[in-house]
């Protein structure tokens, strides 16, 4: 599978966002998406995600088959606040609801029951939504989506509300899930040492277009990242193999 984005461009207000993105994203491959702020990396999810109006395509197809996007993208926003009274097994259930005539089986229960042990919150399973804590909620709204098994997962700030326990849990549970299902996942990230960790490939964005799409090593070099930060920086390679921004002064 193949997600294909080609010349895509977003106006807001009269306002150029985007403009003139072209790239491949390719089944099994995970995509951190960074940028300064104001960048344009909420609206180029949501774009492909097709929540907003743009020129240019977006397409995912299946060797030459055009696959229905609807069927098979999830997006996950930042965290918002909650107010239901659902528990986390109705929340996370709900990503499976198809029409009001749906019935819930067995292998339905179970298949949000594995869903909510391998995010490590099946303990919260009958707690209220209003309840939880915010890093708890975005724990809830991930498990929402990987429930329905979709094949391209969009993910806005995932652990942007979580302490590094939870961080860590959400990050390899997308990891996991991308290579499991084969899926295409572009996520969200201002850490640059959780892209570095934990993508494939890292989608940079300047001056409302794509300035680079390529291995970490390659993307988190420090003249570039100064050009986009505006921030002196040093890039080291931890212990464990990692690339590391260090943040040094302003510009």
């Known amino acids: 599978m193949k997600l294909s984005v080609k010349n895509l461009g977003v106006t807001l207000s009269d306002k150029s966002i985007l403009k003139d993105i072209s790239a491949n994203f390719y089944e099994g491959e995970m995509v951190g998406v960074i940028g300064h702020n104001g960048a344009g990396k909420t609206t180029l999810l949501k774009a492909i995600a097709g929540l907003i109006k743009y020129e240019g395509s977006v397409e ?16 996950v926003p930042q965290m ?62 991930l498990a929402q989506a990987f429930v329905s098994k979709p094949k391209v997962l969009l993910l806005d700030e995932p652990t942007s509300a979580l302490d590094i326990r939870h961080q860590l849990i959400v990050m390899n549970a997308i990891k996991n899930y991308t290579e499991t299902h084969s899926a295409i996942t ?10 570095s960790r934990f993508s494939q490939k890292i989608l940079l964005l300047e001056n409302k277009g794509l300035s680079i799409l390529d291995e970490p090593a390659l993307v988190l070099e420090a003249q570039r990242l100064e050009r986009i930060y505006n921030v002196k920086v040093s890039v080291e390679k931890t212990q464990s193999g990692f690339l590391n921004v260090v943040p040094i002064k302003p510009i």
């Open 60 to 75: 995912i197809t299946d060797g030459e088959k055009l696959v229905d996007k609807s069927a098979v993208v999830r997006y």
């Open 80 to 141: 918002s606040s909650v107010s239901t009274q659902l528990t986390v097994f109705e929340m996370v259930l709900l990503g499976l609801v198809k029409d009001l005539s749906w019935k819930v089986t067995k292998d339905i229960f179970q298949q949000v029951d594995n869903v909510l042990h391998a995010m490590q919150i099946d303990q919260l399973a009958y707690i209220p939504m209003s309840e939880l804590s915010g890093g708890q909620r975005q724990l809830v709204f």
């Open 186 to 195: 572009l996520t969200i990230m201002h850490d640059l040492l959780s892209a």
